[in-house]
């Protein structure tokens, strides 16, 4: 059961519109929601993320919306560049708490490949 | 300040065979995380230790394990290789436990099982 998806494994846009990235999740219980990029031979790196109690959070070019009630996110890149073509990841927390202590999990999307076009 | 480091980058190995993966993260950090990548499933948390325990693990058979040493360095190693295990093996290191918007990825090892 995938808890978190990512159901548009592409998306191509035109250099300076707009990138939607959109994820959906089950889990009611997740906390903390990340986007990570990630380049072609390079591991992902951390891009955005947003508590589970926000519903907006914004980074310069990137913004992050969270719809709790939809169970959705998404990632919006306002203008796009070129240089923000790659492979984009969503993922969730969700906080365990065990008798030794608690612990998070992250559980990703398979990710959508963005590709900006000049 | 130097990033996660893995090696090797590139493996070969043939089913049956067991493998050893290692990760040396960013100086100073103490959480080490393991993930699997592949093209059908993403990517999946395999465990996390901090440290030298493992602090939490994800749903792997048990042919999969790791450790941590004190200097924070981790290996991980995967037993009777089974074709499906082909995949890129990443490993991401943090400050602290759960630190994940802090979390610095290597490149990865890119294992392939013939």
């Known amino acids: 059961d995938q808890q978190v998806k990512q159901n548009s494994p592409s998306l191509s846009v035109q250099e300076g519109r707009i990138s939607i990235l959109n994820c959906d999740y089950t889990?009611?219980?997740?906390?903390?929601f990340l986007w990570y990029k990630k380049y072609p031979a390079e591991g992902p790196t951390f891009l955005i993320s947003?508590?589970?109690?926000?519903d907006k959070n914004e980074d310069g070019r990137f913004t992050v919306f969270l719809n709790k009630s939809a169970k959705h996110l998404s990632l919006h890149i306002v203008p796009s560049q070129p240089g923000d073509s790659a492979v984009y990841f969503c993922?969730?927390?969700?906080?365990?708490?065990?008798?030794?202590?608690?612990?998070?999990?992250?559980?990703f999307g398979k990710g959508t490949l963005l590709t900006v076009n000049p | 300040k130097a990033g996660v480091t893995q090696t090797p980058r590139y493996l070969i190995k043939t089913r049956g065979q067991q493998v050893t993966l290692s990760c040396s993260p960013i100086s100073g950090h103490r959480s080490v995380s393991w993930y699997q990548q592949t093209p059908g499933q993403g990517l999946q948390f395999l465990f996390e230790?901090?440290?030298?325990?493992?602090?939490n693990k994800g749903n792997f058979p048990g042919r999969f394990s790791g450790r941590q040493f004190s200097n924070s360095r981790s290996e991980m190693n995967v037993s009777t290789l089974e074709l499906g295990d082909s995949a890129l093996y990443l490993c991401a290191s943090s400050l602290v436990r759960g630190g994940h918007n802090e979390q610095f990825f290597g490149p990865g090892t890119r294992l392939t099982v013939l």
């Open positions: 889990n009611s219980m997740f906390d903390y």
């Open positions: 993922a969730a927390r969700l906080l365990q708490v065990r008798s030794g202590g608690s612990n998070y999990k992250l559980t």
């Open positions: 230790y901090f440290s030298e325990t493992q602090r």
């Open positions: 947003i508590s589970s109690i926000k």
